[in-house]
């Protein structure tokens, strides 16, 4: 089935797969901040927080495991039984999440907006000013 806009919401394991085997090889040795946050790439508390958290989270074979599930997972088809109105934000610059995904959501969902925001960051508690702002008009104009 294709997305949206071309996109393919769904990449069965690919991605979990790769990021397994890196993981695998380099012991946790994978930049996840450059590719999910690299407004704070350049931050080093932030990375020593986040090695942490990446360490007590989950062995790698369990982080790969749960990667695989969440990359494998198609749940398209309970789309149409979402009654809540919902919010699609995505970062227009997004490293590692096409906003192709994000289209194809609030194109299949039945009460959805999608609103892009700048930014690369995949986190959305970094850089998230205008994030927070978009969320909160939309949970306060209901």
């Not at 690919?14 to 999910?36: M, P, T």
């Amino acid at each position: 089935m294709r997305a949206h806009g071309g996109h393919e919401p769904v990449q069965r394991g690919v991605g979990g797969r790769a990021v397994g085997r890196q993981v695998r090889r380099d012991g946790h040795g994978l930049d996840s901040v450059a590719q999910a946050a690299p407004s704070v790439a350049g931050d080093e508390e932030f990375r020593r927080w986040w090695n942490r958290i990446g360490r007590r989270a989950a062995a790698p074979t369990v982080a790969t495991a749960v990667r695989t599930v969440a990359t494998g997972t198609d749940l398209r088809h309970r789309l149409p039984a979402v009654s809540a109105p919902t919010l699609v934000l995505h970062r227009r610059n997004c490293l590692n999440v096409d906003v192709g995904h994000a289209s194809y959501l609030a194109h299949h969902l039945p009460d959805a907006r999608l609103q892009t925001t700048a930014g690369t960051d995949a986190l959305w508690f970094t850089d998230a000013p205008e994030l927070v702002q978009r969320a909160v008009a939309f949970l306060t104009a209901r």
